[in-house]
Each structure stands twice: as structure tokens, then as C-alpha cells.
């Protein structure tokens, strides 16, 4: 098969997949799916009635599993002209791996991991609630600042353990007899929950207790919580401009939907159109026969042995010649 009809063909499978695919019914129908594996999750929870509807939950379980398999398929399809494009869509990627999963023999044996792969579909309601996808994206994208503020705090809450264990160990070994004690108490009145008891009982040892309790708390309940409140608005903000660029899932299909991206369809448009030429370039380079070089004719003489001189731009009869000038001293 010529490779011209091939990609025909994958335009065309791109196109009708890719009307299912952004139709709203579809998306809406991913998502009731969606909830109703969830909802079934939780009701084999219940011993009870596990054990009563165990045949009836094991065939809902067998056709979400198909359905999510039908519905990954369709996503595939619409993107048959662009492959690459499936997997750059992260979304696409996790769908694919949660689906392909089920269908390992490992898993499929372990209730365990299948239950927890079950859980992980109800993730996917992110990809049909825009505001829960920016939030996700937002956290992910938050992770490298995130360790950062972690290791900030880890050192903060060591060196203020060490001190509290030098001047409190002796005296109230309960809470920093050794520095993991000293630790899980900072860590404890980090969300100021006992602090006020904390600073009575320092003060009865020492009146320099209330200096290290007042730092310890401006620095890790105000300055650094801040910080990390900073670092996620931040990340937010990105995630809403990374999810506003992002193109829609597969071809636009007609109909209202393409009324809201005006610019995507004629990009869409543009891009078909360019592949259509680049077929037809490259279908009428390989049939068209080896045509030989062009050969100028040569210029007509003049009777006498005079050349004619055509200017640029202008067509001169052969029949009317153009005269050099004589060559100076002839």
C-alpha cells in the first residue's frame, strides 16, 4: 500500500476519533465511569456486601475495565497523524499506564496492587475538573522548591533541637532528653499546639527559654511557613499558564466547540493543508520522467557580424540589430 493512502487513512481515523473524543457526551460519560469505579471501590469495602453481590462486582469491575480500555483506544486513534503527540501529553501517559496495568499477570493476581491501581483511576477525574488539574500540576511543579524549604527546615529544627537538649535535657527529659525527643517536640509545637505550655515550663528553668521559644517560633511557624506558601502561589500561577497553552485533547471537531478556538482550528487547517502539499510534492517527484536541461538558444547574428545586445526587461527582434559602437582609434 502506497504510503500516501496510509496517511490518508490515519488523517481520517484521526478525524473521526478525534469527534468522539472532544465531544462533550464523551467526556461526560468518562467521567460518570469514573465515579462508578470509584463508587465501587468503596462498597467492596464492606464485608457484607462483597460477599452477597461478589459476582455482580467482579462483572462491573470487568466492564469499567473495558470501557476504560475502549476509551484509551479512542484517544490513540485520534492522534494516528501524531503519535509523538499521545505521549507528550502526560495525562495520556499516566491513562495508558493505569490501563495497561490491569492487564499484567502480576497485577491481576495481587488484590492489593489491583485495588490500589482501581484508586489510581479516580485520579483521571483531574483530566475533566480544570481547576483540579491546575492544583495537581501545581504541586508537582512545586516539588523541587518544596525539598528545598524541607532541607531548610531539617537543619532549623536540628540546630534548635541541640540547643533545647543543652539547656532543657537535664531538667525535662521527657520532651528533650536526647535530640530525637528534642526534635519530635519541635516538631510537634511547629503548629503552635502546646506552645503555651511549653514556654511556662521553660520559664520555671530558665528565663533565657522565653528568647529560644519566641526565635523558634517566628522562624518556623511564620518564616518559613510563608516561604512555602510563596513557592506554591508560584507554582500556581505557572500551572494555570502552562494549562492555558495547552492545546485540546486530539482534532477539533465542528461544531460549537471550534467557535471557542478559532485560532487552533486554523492551525489545524494550515497544518493538514501543508501535509496534503508535502504528499502531492512528493507523489509528483517520484512519477514525473527525468526531463533534460534546459539549453539557452543562441542569440541571432547580425548580417554584417555584428552581436545584438537585448537589454534586460526588453524584446528585440533579431531582424532589427543593435549596433556596438566602434571601438576607439578603428
Same mark, same amino acid.
Not at 473524543?21 to 464485608?47: C, D, H, K, P, Q
Given at each position: 500500500?502506497?504510503?500516501?493512502?496510509?496517511?490518508?487513512?490515519?488523517?481520517?481515523?484521526?478525524?473521526?476519533?478525534?469527534?468522539?473524543?472532544?465531544?462533550?457526551?464523551?467526556?461526560?460519560?468518562?467521567?460518570?465511569?469514573?465515579?462508578?469505579?470509584?463508587?465501587?471501590?468503596?462498597?467492596?469495602?464492606?464485608?457484607?456486601?462483597?460477599?452477597?453481590?461478589?459476582?455482580?462486582?467482579?462483572?462491573?469491575?470487568?466492564?469499567?475495565?473495558?470501557?476504560?480500555?475502549?476509551?484509551?483506544?479512542?484517544?490513540?486513534?485520534?492522534?494516528?497523524?501524531?503519535?509523538?503527540?499521545?505521549?507528550?501529553?502526560?495525562?495520556?501517559?499516566?491513562?495508558?499506564? +493505569?490501563? $495497561?496495568?490491569? =492487564?499484567?499477570? !502480576?497485577?491481576?493476581?495481587?488484590?492489593? &496492587?489491583?485495588?490500589? *491501581?482501581?484508586? @489510581? %483511576?479516580?485520579?483521571?477525574?483531574?483530566?475533566?475538573?480544570?481547576?483540579?488539574?491546575?492544583?495537581?500540576?501545581?504541586?508537582?511543579?512545586?516539588?523541587?522548591?518544596?525539598?528545598?524549604?524541607?532541607?531548610?527546615?531539617?537543619?532549623?529544627?536540628?540546630?534548635?533541637?541541640?540547643?533545647?537538649?543543652?539547656?532543657?535535657?537535664?531538667?525535662?527529659?521527657?520532651?528533650?532528653?536526647?535530640?530525637?525527643?528534642?526534635?519530635?517536640?519541635?516538631?510537634?509545637?511547629?503548629?503552635?499546639?502546646?506552645?503555651?505550655?511549653?514556654?511556662?515550663?521553660?520559664?520555671?528553668?530558665?528565663?533565657?527559654?522565653?528568647?529560644?521559644?519566641?526565635?523558634? +517560633?517566628? $522562624?518556623?511557624? =511564620?518564616?518559613? !511557613?510563608?516561604?512555602?506558601?510563596?513557592? &506554591?502561589?508560584?507554582? *500556581?500561577?505557572? @500551572? %494555570?499558564?502552562?494549562?492555558?497553552?495547552?492545546?485540546?485533547?486530539?482534532?477539533?471537531?465542528?461544531?460549537?466547540?471550534?467557535?471557542?478556538?478559532?485560532?487552533?482550528?486554523?492551525?489545524?487547517?494550515?497544518?493538514?493543508?501543508?501535509?496534503?502539499?508535502?504528499?502531492?510534492?512528493?507523489?509528483?517527484?517520484?512519477?514525473?520522467?527525468?526531463?533534460?536541461?534546459?539549453?539557452?538558444?543562441?542569440?541571432?547574428?547580425?548580417?554584417?557580424?555584428?552581436?545584438?545586445?537585448?537589454?534586460?526587461?526588453?524584446?528585440?527582434?533579431?531582424?532589427?540589430?543593435?549596433?556596438?559602437?566602434?571601438?576607439?582609434?578603428?
Amino acid at each position: 500500500m502506497p504510503e500516501e493512502q496510509v496517511n490518508a487513512r490515519r488523517r481520517a481515523l484521526a478525524r473521526r476519533c478525534g469527534a468522539v473524543v472532544g465531544a462533550r457526551w464523551f467526556a461526560v460519560a468518562v467521567f460518570t465511569l469514573i465515579l462508578v469505579n470509584a463508587a465501587l471501590l468503596g462498597v467492596e469495602t464492606y464485608s457484607g456486601l462483597a460477599a452477597a453481590w461478589h459476582h455482580w462486582l467482579r462483572l462491573a469491575e470487568h466492564v469499567c475495565l473495558a470501557a476504560f480500555t475502549v476509551e484509551i483506544l479512542l484517544r490513540l486513534g485520534a492522534h494516528a497523524d501524531r503519535p509523538r503527540d499521545f505521549l507528550r501529553d502526560p495525562w495520556n501517559v499516566f491513562d495508558l499506564a +493505569v490501563v $495497561l496495568c490491569a =492487564f499484567l499477570p !502480576v497485577v491481576r493476581e495481587n488484590t492489593t &496492587v489491583l485495588r490500589l *491501581l482501581r484508586l @489510581a %483511576r479516580v485520579l483521571r477525574t483531574a483530566r475533566f475538573l480544570p481547576q483540579l488539574r491546575i492544583v495537581l500540576l501545581a504541586v508537582v511543579r512545586s516539588l523541587p522548591g518544596t525539598l528545598s524549604f524541607l532541607l531548610v527546615g531539617a537543619l532549623l529544627l536540628y540546630m534548635y533541637a541541640m540547643v533545647g537538649w543543652v539547656f532543657f535535657g537535664r531538667h525535662d527529659p521527657e520532651h528533650y532528653g536526647s535530640i530525637g525527643r528534642a526534635a519530635l517536640t519541635l516538631f510537634l509545637l511547629m503548629t503552635l499546639d502546646g506552645i503555651g505550655d511549653a514556654v511556662h515550663a521553660g520559664l520555671d528553668i530558665s528565663r533565657w527559654s522565653l528568647l529560644y521559644y519566641a526565635s523558634y +517560633v517566628l $522562624l518556623a511557624s =511564620f518564616v518559613l !511557613v510563608n516561604v512555602l506558601i510563596g513557592v &506554591v502561589i508560584t507554582s *500556581l500561577d505557572e @500551572a %494555570r499558564e502552562l494549562d492555558r497553552r495547552q492545546p485540546p485533547d486530539g482534532p477539533l471537531p465542528p461544531g460549537p466547540r471550534t467557535a471557542e478556538h478559532p485560532l487552533l482550528l486554523r492551525v489545524e487547517t494550515v497544518r493538514r493543508a501543508l501535509d496534503d502539499l508535502e504528499h502531492d510534492l512528493a507523489r509528483s517527484a517520484a512519477t514525473a520522467p527525468p526531463t533534460a536541461a534546459a539549453v539557452p538558444a543562441p542569440r541571432p547574428a547580425a548580417p554584417d557580424g555584428t552581436r545584438t545586445v537585448r537589454p534586460y526587461g526588453t524584446t528585440v527582434s533579431p531582424a532589427v540589430p543593435v549596433r556596438q559602437p566602434p571601438a576607439p582609434g578603428t
